[in-house]
């Protein structure tokens, strides 16, 4: 049973326009998100988080949204740049256990 | 951000051998340290919690016997993976904790 998906296994966007990223989850327990960005052969790099007492997290040119009602969060970057392109996972667990449950990724590409 | 190194990046052993995976975070200690393994084109499955001084918690489904994890000290946890088999070849990955999780490069294992 995926706890956490993500419906779109890639998405191609074009340079400076904006990109979009969906995440739904289905443990109503999870009350914290993150997005991970992930070149291949690396680990996951910590991009954003965001706290179910919140709906919206914003850090330069990406803004992660949580709709709890939904159980969908979704990851904006504006404007988008070729160095953006890489796979995206978000990740959902407890606050303060650090044990993530991740969606299986969207791979991003921004052509220039 | 904080600095987790994982060794080796790749490595290749013989059906039957064990293979070491060391995880060290450089710049901090990480009395919680998370192993994950990433099937191709597939999510990051957490494998177990390694904690520092005490067992390991295994998720389910993950033999013990078969992934020996042992964390030595604050800033050093290993992964064993013994009598490896060519289905054990996956992309591992650890996470430290410090104030959010911190991710490895990652341990591409090949059994041949």
């Known amino acids: ?12 966007v074009q340079e400076g326009r904006i990109s979009i990223l969906n995440c739904d989850y289905t443990n109503s327990m999870f009350d914290y998100f993150l997005w991970y960005k992930k070149y291949p052969a690396e680990g996951p790099t910590f991009l954003i988080s965001i706290s179910s007492i919140k709906d919206k997290n914003e850090d330069g040119r990406f803004t992660v949204f949580l709709n709890k009602s939904a159980k969908h969060l979704s990851l904006h970057i504006v404007p988008s740049q070729p160095g953006d392109s890489a796979v995206y996972f978000c990740a ?21 | 951000g904080a600095v987790v190194s ?29 192993w994950y393994r990433q099937f191709p084109k597939k999510s990051l499955m957490l494998m177990a919690t390694s904690n520092e001084g005490s067992k390991a918690t295994y998720e389910q489904g993950v033999e013990k016997d078969k992934f020996l994890i042992n964390h030595a000290s ?21 996470s430290a904790i410090r104030f959010e999780a911190f991710f490895g490069q990652g341990t591409r294992l090949t059994v041949v």
């Not at chain 1, 049973?1 to 191609?12: C, E, H, M, R």
């Not at chain 2, 060794?7 to 340290?33: N, Y």
């Open chain 1, 1 to 12: 049973d995926q706890q956490v998906k993500q419906n779109s296994p890639s998405l191609s």
């Open chain 1, 92 to 112: 959902a667990g407890t606050s303060g256990t650090y044990k993530y449950i991740f969606g299986t990724g969207t791979r991003l590409k921004v052509l220039a």
């Open chain 2, 6 to 34: 994982q060794h080796p990046s790749r490595v290749i052993c013989k059906s039957g051998t064990s293979v070491k995976i060391e995880c060290r975070s450089l710049d901090f200690q990480a009395t919680t340290m998370f």
């Open chain 2, 74 to 94: 604050l800033t050093l946890s290993t992964l064993t993976v013994t009598s490896a088999h060519p289905e054990d070849s996956s992309f591992y990955i650890c």
